[in-house]
């Protein structure tokens, strides 16, 4: 293992938005990411969509996300010029947050780490961690018509990474944001999903050693 810190969280992170890549304490040393992990392990493809398709999504998912988290940091949407197409998943995540009682810790919303993981340093970046009814959760919101099974073991990628960063997470939550403006929260509570996504993990780290597959 290299002799980097065991932990990075926030600014210690070089995080590129735009590659979505995680380098390393040396600036230089790429990581592979929780969603890297599970994409190149084979639980993820969407070879069968049209790349226009997935573009559009992508566009829509970022900045559904950008909005979300500048609520759970407390900000007031309305400073913000919000695109039409994106307000009735906004709306879905705020009622998800009044309804269901989910209060964010504004300092671990879309917050990057790298951690060390079965010796492995991985990044990630959770979109929120909060409590509902008191319990400490890890929450991912996910603004698409379907929903994917590899939500919960993303979750477990970040409950792990989450615990080694010293948060003791009790739940782990995806809420699907819908386009008519409802929400549908999934509670993941089997704890078999750590240890596939540790396979998950090992499989894409020797995928891409092998030169089987690369960090896009």
Avoid: N
């Avoid at 890549?21 to 890297?36: I, K, W």
């Avoid at 493809?45 to 999504?57: N, Q, R």
């Avoid at 950008?66 to 695109?83: H, K």
């Amino acid at each position: 293992m290299s002799s980097f810190p065991a932990v990075l969280i926030g600014e210690d992170v070089f995080f590129e938005h735009d590659a979505h890549a995680y380098l390393d304490a040396d600036g230089l040393t790429q990581r592979m990411s929780v969603t890297q992990a599970i994409k190149i392990a084979g639980l993820i493809d969407y070879s069968m969509v049209h790349p226009g398709v997935l573009e559009l999504a992508a566009a829509r998912g970022r900045l559904v996300h950008q909005a979300s988290a500048l609520l759970d940091r407390g900000e007031d949407l309305r400073d913000y010029e919000i695109p039409s197409a994106c307000e009735p998943y906004i709306e879905a995540y705020a009622r998800f947050c009044r309804e269901m009682g989910f209060t964010p810790y504004p300092e671990w919303v879309e917050r990057p780490m790298i951690v060390e993981m079965f010796g492995h340093r991985v990044g990630m970046t959770p979109d929120a961690v909060g409590t509902i009814d008191g319990v400490p959760t890890v929450l991912e919101r996910k603004a698409t018509s379907a929903a994917h099974p590899s939500w919960a073991i993303q979750t477990a990628g970040y409950e792990e990474g989450l615990r080694i960063a010293g948060l003791q997470i009790r739940q782990r939550v995806a809420v699907q944001l819908l386009r008519t403006g409802k929400y549908h929260p999934f509670f993941y509570e089997d704890q078999g999903d750590s240890q596939i996504f540790a396979d998950a993990f090992r499989l894409a780290a020797w995928k891409v050693k092998h030169k089987l597959a690369r960090l896009a």
